[in-house]
T-cell receptor
Framework: DTAVSQTPKYLVTQMGNDKSIKCEQNLGHDTMYWYKQDSKKFLKIMFSYNNKELIINETVPNRFSPKSPDKAHLNLHINSLELGDSAVYFC??????????????FGPGTRLLVL | AQKVTQAQTEISVVEKEDVTLDCVYETRDTTYYLFWYKQPPSGELVFLIRRNSFDEQNEISGRYSWNFQKSTSSFNFTITASQVVDSAVYFCALRSYDKVIFGPGTSLSVIP
């Protein structure tokens, strides 16, 4: 029933570990996104995939790697976690055919805390 | 360079008052999109509206309305007859080609 789901909802881990956050949408959308919201609530887009193809890749460390096995999934893998990676990560999707971002549906967010 | 400014960090209004949240943007591109998002205290993000640079028509959706003025590079958001459920942080954003920039957000508190 959930449109955009993320797992896990909370993730507490040690510095240096590798972790993944999964995102799935059941809306049949073509485009998926990852956003990061830091402790000061600043929002930033990290990646956008359209039909499994990377279309936005903002300046993020290459420790972050998105993986899209199919157009319903966009997972975020993070290597060698650092304290500064602590944030809330939101996944979203949209039916984006025209190049502009149409109505986006967001997942509930994954709260990542790196100790 | 692209920039989105939301000069109002925090706003408090009494229920049923009207409130306008300001958004001023900078871009040299002629094709771009502007957005508003809501983040209530529960933390989820809610998409409110998208407007492209060629469509300056104002939009109304219930108690929400948006005023896009290219001449002043502004895309302001007005809530009419505010309600406690409108209490949230509101983000304005600009997309131009593959760049997306968010404003810092305006925290709106509606007091009963």
């Amino acid at each position: 029933d959930t449109a955009v789901s993320q797992t896990p909802k909370y993730l507490v881990t040690q510095m240096g570990n590798d972790k993944s956050i999964k995102c799935e949408q059941n809306l049949g959308h073509d485009t998926m996104y990852w956003y990061k919201q830091d402790s000061k609530k600043f929002l930033k887009i990290m990646f956008s995939y359209n039909n499994k193809e990377l279309i936005i890749n903002e300046t993020v460390p290459n420790r972050f790697s998105p993986k899209s096995p199919d157009k319903a999934h966009l997972n975020l893998h993070i290597n060698s976690l650092e304290l500064g990676d602590s944030a809330v990560y939101f996944c979203a999707s949209s039916q984006d055919r025209a190049g502009g971002l149409e109505t986006q549906y967001f997942g509930p967010g994954t709260r990542l805390l790196v100790l | 360079a692209q920039k989105v400014t939301q000069a109002q960090t925090e706003i408090s209004v009494v229920e049923k008052e009207d409130v306008t949240l300001d958004c001023v943007y900078e871009t040299r591109d002629t094709t771009y999109y502007l957005f508003w998002y809501k983040q209530p205290p529960s933390g989820e993000l809610v998409f409110l509206i998208r407007r492209n640079s060629f469509d300056e028509q104002n939009e109304i959706s219930g108690r929400y309305s948006w005023n896009f003025q290219k001449s002043t590079s502004s895309f302001n958001f007005t809530i009419t007859a505010s309600q406690v459920v409108d209490s949230a942080v509101y983000f304005c954003a600009l997309r131009s080609y593959d760049k997306v920039i968010f404003g810092p957000g305006t925290s709106l508190s509606v007091i009963p």
